[in-house]
């Protein structure tokens, strides 16, 4: 860090919290939503107004969106992973969340998705899956398991007959 300063060290810290990286990876994925086909109905607040005072709805998944030629709605949940867990497993998310998105999906009766970016960069992830939430038996998943919903971080997202792919 020679010849960096004080504001050149703040802002590398501050851009490598979690918070941030889970921010721009959320924008990776929205961004991935083309608005002629999607409209986002929810969005949950920021890290900076849930501070300020908390916004409940922030316990959601991310986005709640809506296919607009069929009218659909379905909700993503946005994580990203730098790297497996010590037992070789995707940590998708915290057993309270899962119970929470759970919860979510039969209250709204809407299918979520858990939309996981992982390696390379947060707003560049070398992988990517998008595993439906009735598929998910555990926070944790071998590769065995999220291999299966495996989708190319280059292209767009696609909806059809009530999958996201």
Known sequence: MAGMGLWDKLMETFSESPEWKGKRFEQF???KFNP?????????HS????????????LNPDYTLRYNPTKE????ECKYRSGLNPKGMLECCKPNQLTRYREFEKQRN????MVVGFAGL???????????????????LYP??????????????????????
């Open 47 to 58: 890290w900076k107004t849930n501070q300020e005072r908390y916004v409940e709805s922030s």
């Open 36 to 44: 002629k086909y999607f409209d986002i109905v929810e969005q949950t």
């Open 29 to 31: 994925v929205i961004n």
């Open 73 to 76: 709605l379905f909700a993503v």
């Open 110 to 113: 809407i299918p979520v998705f």
């Open 122 to 140: 947060d707003d560049d992830p070398d992988d990517l899956f998008v595993i439906p939430l009735n598929e998910m038996k555990y926070p944790a």
């Open 144 to 165: 065995s398991v999220y291999r299966n919903y495996s989708k190319n971080p280059k292209t767009n997202f696609f909806w059809k007959q009530g999958k996201l792919s």
